[in-house]
């Protein structure tokens, strides 16, 4: 979609309203300068990427944003958001002391109940999805995998209180310089992301939302900042949540059950975004772990995404203050409404972001597509030592039975770049040997005397 400032003026009305609009209330917000054609067609354009959602039919058509934002990027709540966070600013002695409510998760029916309407998951899905979704799993998250690592370490770590800036935070994950005068403890909270969002990664293709997942993302999160016995395990003592008035479970075996209740649940969610909510809201509410639970309800809210070849949810412009009160009517009135604004306003700004991010660093979309076939040809070739004229036969008539035609002339110029610039370096995911590599150069070499 195209920025013009005419344009740009037609959202700002938008997003300058609690409430939606119809086109006849939008032009009276603007100047005479603006035609009816003009600014329906616009108002299309908008709702097709994403950033406008059209409620209605014909003369009851009306447009909104999901979320307004104010010159400095903070997020402007609706009501509903407005009255649970109202409800979470008075006094601790004017709220009432709860416990978990079990009653919660168990109300949820995996794919009757929404916490995100479907006017919003279309929009996440019209702004996340790209044309990506038919690639193998992990796709995109490999292809701004730097990107990400940076800004979700960042943003999650920023979120916590870490004083780490962006750009040390970038130095230490890209080349391992510390940042003077902060704490070990704020470097290892930040390293312990990165292994972390690369697990998920390296895993895309084979990762669940079951309990087995959700401890090990806590482990490599925690591990080094929590005692080694409570790493990826469930705690066995209480915990409380500062400055509310929400009391925990205790039991390990009850706490152990529910968080595998959540687990199952979540399995069965099919929207990734309506998954990747869900666990946000529930992974962070049961607090399971002795420590760091809202980091891990934050990675673990991306593995619907990453699977689904989604823009990630990095967290990007959400203030410490919005989030903490946000997960508060969580923990204390389970309301989501302040939490799912939150989401949303991160996540279209870090769809426009990663947009810019992979423009910039382009890709090979063939050789992305193609990737396992085009290793299993190479692996194949080397260990049953084909070259020259067999090699070639070989190659095309893999290529043709499994790569669409339109894709066979740049898949076969792939393999053969890559074996014309093989060495031990780059065997990793060939299922072959050093030894079996270095018998088919000395084959190829042979022949070519």
């Not at 966070?85 to 929404?114: A, G, M, S």
């Not at 699977?307 to 967290?315: A, D, E, T, V």
């Not at 995911?429 to 150069?441: S, V, Y």
Request: glycine residues 4%; hydrophobic residues 35%.
């Amino acid at each position: 979609m195209s920025k013009s400032p005419k344009k740009m003026a037609v959202l700002a009305v938008l997003q300058s309203q609690v409430t939606p609009l119809s086109l006849p209330e939008i032009l009276k917000l603007l100047d005479s300068s603006f035609s009816e054609r003009t600014v329906r067609r616009w108002l299309t354009e908008m709702v097709k990427a994403g950033l406008v959602i059209k409620e209605g039919k014909k003369r009851g058509t009306h447009y909104k944003t999901i979320s307004s934002f104010n010159l400095d990027n903070t997020i402007s709540f609706n009501e509903k958001s407005i009255e649970a966070l109202n409800y979470i600013n008075r006094p601790l002695f004017e709220r009432t002391p709860n416990t978990y409510n079990e009653k919660w998760l168990e109300e949820y029916v995996p794919n009757k109940t929404f916490y995100l309407n479907k006017e919003i998951r279309i929009q996440l899905l019209n702004a996340g999805d790209k044309n990506k979704m038919h690639f193998p799993a992990g796709t995109y998250a490999r292809q701004i995998s730097n990107r990400l690592l940076i800004d979700l370490s960042y943003n999650s770590s920023r979120l916590e209180g870490n004083t780490y800036s962006l750009l040390d935070t970038e130095k230490l994950i890209l080349e391992g310089t510390d940042a003077p005068g902060k704490l070990d403890e704020e470097k290892i909270m930040i390293l312990n992301h990165k292994e972390a969002i690369a697990f998920l990664i390296n895993n895309a293709h084979q990762i669940q939302t079951d309990f087995t997942t959700i401890c090990t993302i806590h482990y490599l999160l925690s591990d080094g900042l929590v005692p080694v016995q409570y790493a990826g395990k469930v705690r066995d003592y209480g915990v409380r949540i500062s400055g509310s008035t929400y009391v925990p479970w205790e039991n390990p075996d009850r706490i152990k059950k529910q968080l595998q209740l959540i687990c199952d649940k979540a399995i069965y969610i099919k929207d990734p975004f309506e998954q990747s909510i869900f666990l946000l809201a529930h992974i962070s509410y049961l607090q399971a772990f002795s420590d760091v639970n809202k980091r891990t309800s934050r990675l673990s809210a991306n593995i619907p995404l990453i699977k689904n070849n989604l823009i990630p949810l990095s967290f990007n412009d959400i203030s410490k203050s919005d989030y903490h009160t946000a997960m508060l009517a969580i923990y204390e009135l389970n309301d989501v409404h302040a939490l799912i604004e939150l989401y949303v306003h991160s996540y279209l700004r870090t769809c426009k972001l990663y947009e810019v991010t992979l423009d910039a660093i382009s890709y090979d979309e063939v050789r992305v597509r193609y990737r396992q076939q085009r290793r299993n040809i190479i692996g194949y070739i080397i260990t049953h030592g084909l070259i020259n004229k067999k090699m070639d036969l070989f190659i095309k008539k893999e290529t043709k039975n499994n790569i669409e035609e339109k894709d066979q002339a740049e898949f076969m110029e792939d393999i053969l770049e890559d074996l014309r610039e093989i060495s031990p370096q780059r065997i990793a995911g060939l299922g072959i040997t050093q030894f079996q590599l270095q018998e088919w150069m000395k084959k190829k070499s042979n022949a070519e005397k």
